[in-house]
């Protein structure tokens, strides 16, 4: 008898000291001091991976839809991201994207497929508040189901805040296709910027992205005006407007992004 009161007491003080230094830990956790970040206007059409600067745990979900009117069709795209920290300043995301195609023509069908799985990393490698300046690198797999092959895109992203509210971003690097049935590869490169406005004291913005392609020596440029408004603190909604300029696309687009913080 006394020995099950002996093993009773050590158990409850092996429970006890294992409650404390879990207790420990989770207040250790919470406490821990953040790490620094700046806050930066993220453009909606071609997002990052991440916040720059990401703290851990952070985790986002985000829906959005693509509308492209031409002459011989209709062009909806839809995408789903899912985006998390893991650690300090590293974000991961994975993204799919539909594509559903609408002809105008007689005797062509409409389409409905997954057009594309992208898998990425960003890692902001500087983060100062001092200079409101944060800069990253990251890397996005891309597979095409639709068109038999794989992409390569590693990237830079540098943004700055301004005073009174105003941030500029620039996102950079190259894209490199592989087509699995005529083993052919090619290279593009992709220039974004943007330029936005944040409403003082509140998630809203107003802006634009200027989205350009180099490609086979040639250039072309789309201008996104757009604009964000926030919610609450954790759902956002935002909407942007295509317009061309140059280039052989000459189709009008529309854009719409849901944002859940989780």
Known sequence: MKNNTYCLRFLGAV??????FLAGSITAQENRPLPDKVHHAEPLYNDLVRDLGARKGEKEFNVGADIKKMNAADEYGYLMEYEFAPID?????????????????????????????????????????????TMAVGYTQIFN?????????????????????????????????????????????QINTSFHYTLPETDHF??????????????????????????????????????????????LSSFFRLIYQL
Do not use: C
């Open 89 to 133: 300043r590293l974000g991961l995301e994975v993204e799919t994207d539909f594509a559903y195609t609408k002809s105008k023509l007689s005797g062509v069908g409409s389409s409905n497929e997954l057009e594309r799985l992208r898998l990425s990393s960003q890692y902001s490698f500087y983060v100062s508040k001092q200079h409101a300046t």
């Open 206 to 251: 107003i802006g634009v992205e200027v989205n350009q392609v180099v490609a086979d020596g040639k250039l072309e440029t789309t201008l996104r005006p757009q604009v964000k408004l926030g919610v609450n603190d954790k759902l956002a909604i935002g909407m942007a407007a295509g317009f061309p300029v140059g280039g052989k696309d000459r189709a």
């Open 145 to 189: 189901f639709v068109e038999g092959g794989t992409a390569f895109n590693p990237f830079f992203v540098a943004a700055k805040s301004w005073q009174h509210n105003w941030h500029t971003l620039i996102y950079t690097g190259p894209e490199i296709a592989y087509r699995y049935k005529t083993s052919k590869v090619e290279m593009n490169w």
């Open 15 to 20: 429970l006890t000291a294992g409650l404390l």
